[in-house]
């Protein structure tokens, strides 16, 4: 069997160092908010290209606490893109605003920015590109939308550790980015963690203290927080894979261009290919008309797959307040949609064994 993701093996070359990290952790004493913190934060920044990088607990706080940060009158509206995951929309309702559901481009699945005027209304207060799967959004246009209306930019990084946009990091690209460590993403944890990046001093600072019951100096409260931060053990783990990010991304383009120029299937919808060097490939996604039965067909022969994602965020029941939206083209993609393995881990013998598979299955 193919695994559709082996986080054991994927963590194998990080092994040494890893456990090198975690006995330094041991050994210091110090397990909240100390040195291992302070040196991610600052390799973090200066990865993706910007002044500060706030560590925190996961992605779905990274992403509320700069909402909450932000300070919107409550109920003030957040555009999101309607087709992804969930933790996105649930940041916005978390922060106490109210998400507006803006259809993707089909053939990007990326947040269609041609979209974004039409459900802009007086409460409008932001926009939350996603860059899904690993490729990011039009961040000029975007950008310039966002301007013209007087809207923050809040990017969802959770996908796209070292992803470009015109020569600029992911993480760099607006007001504020989200990122999550989930264990299976590009730059994963052993564990939940998560990161703020942004150039906005006060805004960092803001943050500094939500994250941390509300202030940054002991015994003192500014304002009500949270107890969200990225713990000492964690970041030593990241620090320890953080060097090796840009080789793993490499891996995954090299996969991702074997599946581009391999499969030739009729019936199997590929992903853009016109930027392969600047997406990370976080995952590979195709769409297929008869999806559960590309499933299956791919398991009998031993291929695991998964799906990105099966339900879009207005059918789940947390959600039904949603339910009457009519949003076409996620609901389709939501429909259609079925993740090939790839990953760091995953064979050049692998990758031509499901390629042939994917091109053996008949119509
Ligand atoms: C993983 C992910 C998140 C949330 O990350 P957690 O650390 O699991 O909270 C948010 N947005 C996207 C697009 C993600 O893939």
Redesign the pocket.
């Known amino acids: 069997m193919i695994p559709f993701l082996d986080l054991k093996r994927i963590n194998e070359p990080y092994q040494d160092a890893i456990q090198a990290a975690i006995e330094r952790v041991l050994q210091s004493g110090w397990y909240i908010l100390g040195q291992e913190v302070g040196l991610f934060e600052q390799l973090f920044a200066n990865y993706c290209g910007v002044r500060h990088c706030i560590g925190v607990a ?4 990274a ?1 509320t606490l700069v909402l909450k940060a932000w300070a919107f009158a409550p109920g003030s509206e957040v555009i999101v893109p309607s087709n ?2 969930i ?2 929309v649930m940041s916005v309702t978390q922060a106490g605003l109210t998400p507006v559901f803006v259809e993707p481009d089909p053939l990007t699945y990326l947040l269609d920015q041609a979209r974004i005027e039409a459900a802009i209304g007086p409460n409008t207060k932001a926009v939350l590109p ?1 860059h ?1 799967y690993g490729r990011c959004c039009n961040m000029t246009a975007i950008n310039v939308i966002a301007r013209r209306y007087d809207l923050m930019v809040l990017e ?1 990084a ?2 796209a550790h070292g992803a470009e946009w015109e020569g600029r990091r992911a993480g760099s690209l607006s007001d504020a980015a ?1 990122w ?3 264990p299976s ?1 590009n730059l994963g944890a052993l564990g ?1 963690a ?1 990161a703020i990046t942004t150039n906005d001093d006060a805004l960092a600072d803001r943050l500094r203290a939500l994250r941390n019951y509300g202030s940054a100096v002991k015994y003192r409260k500014d304002v009500v927080g949270h107890n969200s931060r990225l713990d000492e053990l964690q970041a030593a783990i990241l620090l320890a894979k953080l060097p090796g990010l840009d080789r793993d991304n490499e891996r995954r383009r090299v996969l991702a261009e074997c599946y581009l120029t391999g499969i030739d299937n009729p019936d199997v919808s590929l992903p853009p290919a016109d930027r392969i060097p600047q997406d990370v490939w976080h995952l590979f996604v195709v769409r297929h008309p008869r999806r559960d039965a590309f499933r299956s067909y791919l398991y009998e022969r031993g291929i695991s797959t998964d799906m990105h994602y099966p339900v879009p965020p207005h059918h789940q029941q947390a959600y039904r307040v949603f339910r009457d939206l009519s949003l076409p083209i996620s609901e389709q993609l939501h429909r259609e949609v079925i993740s090939l393995p790839l990953n760091p881990a995953l064979t050049d013998e692998h990758v031509r064994y499901i390629i042939d598979a994917v091109n053996a299955m008949e119509g």
Request: avoid cysteine; glycine fraction near 14%.
């Open positions: 996961n992605g779905l706080d992403l992804a995951y933790a996105s996603i899904l969802d959770a996908q989200g999550s460590f989930y993403k939940d998560g």
